[in-house]
Structures are given as structure tokens and as C-alpha cells.
């Protein structure tokens, strides 16, 4: 099993960005999916997760500035975030889990500064 996480970048504050999760070697549909992030010095948090029903849930800090979705044909997921801040700055991680099984991927950096 492999988790690609990509799109993460330099963003200015307010700015907009994509990032995306592609998954390999397990039966996408089946699996719930989730973006986690850590910042520098910090601990990994929850930013957002999107089930198998295509069901969204949000973190309260992220709430009305992310949009999570997934494309089963595509076996990806995304994640829309804008009205970026510096707080935002972290290396951003998906997850895929089903009742049994959970699998991480590799983290993409995402910087928000000026």
C-alpha cells in the first residue's frame, strides 16, 4: 500500500492551495481518508476526513476555509484550502483506514509566509 501526498508549496497568506493524495495497493472506495498536519515544533493534529460515503468532517480551525473530497476512479484525495494563514504552515499527511487497517503516507510541506 501507498499514500502519495503532493501539492504543497509556498503560499502567501490568504492565498489558496491543492493538495492531493494518491493511493495504491488497497481498494480505495472501501477506505475512509484523512489529512492530518504537524507544524514545526508541534504535534500532529486532525485537519479533516472524508468517508467512504463521501461523508466530509472538518477541524474546527480549518471549518469554512477546507473542502475535502475524493475521486474513487481516480483513487485520490483532495484537499482545498483557502484564506490560507501562517498557522496553517505544516507538513500536511494523509491517512486511509478501514475498521482494520491504517495506512499513512509521507507528508507534503505546505509554508504560508509573506
Known amino acids: 500500500v501507498q499514500l502519495q501526498a503532493s501539492g504543497g508549496g509556498f503560499v502567501p497568506p490568504g492565498g489558496s492551495l491543492a493538495l492531493s493524495c494518491a493511493a495504491s495497493?488497497?481498494?480505495?472506495?472501501?477506505?475512509?481518508f484523512h489529512w492530518y498536519r504537524q507544524a514545526p515544533g508541534g504535534q500532529r493534529e486532525w485537519v479533516a476526513t472524508?468517508?467512504?460515503?463521501?461523508?466530509?468532517s472538518y477541524a474546527d480551525v480549518v471549518k469554512g476555509r477546507a473542502t475535502i473530497s475524493r475521486d474513487n476512479a481516480k483513487s485520490t484525495m483532495y484537499l482545498q484550502m483557502d484564506s490560507l494563514k501562517p498557522e496553517d504552515t505544516a507538513v500536511y499527511y494523509c491517512?486511509?483506514?478501514?475498521?482494520?487497517?491504517?495506512?499513512w503516507g509521507p507528508g507534503t510541506l505546505v509554508t504560508v509566509s509573506s
Open positions: 491517512k486511509a483506514n478501514t475498521w482494520s487497517r491504517e495506512y
Open positions: 495497493g488497497l481498494v480505495f472506495r472501501v477506505y475512509d
Open positions: 472524508i468517508s467512504d460515503a463521501r461523508t466530509p
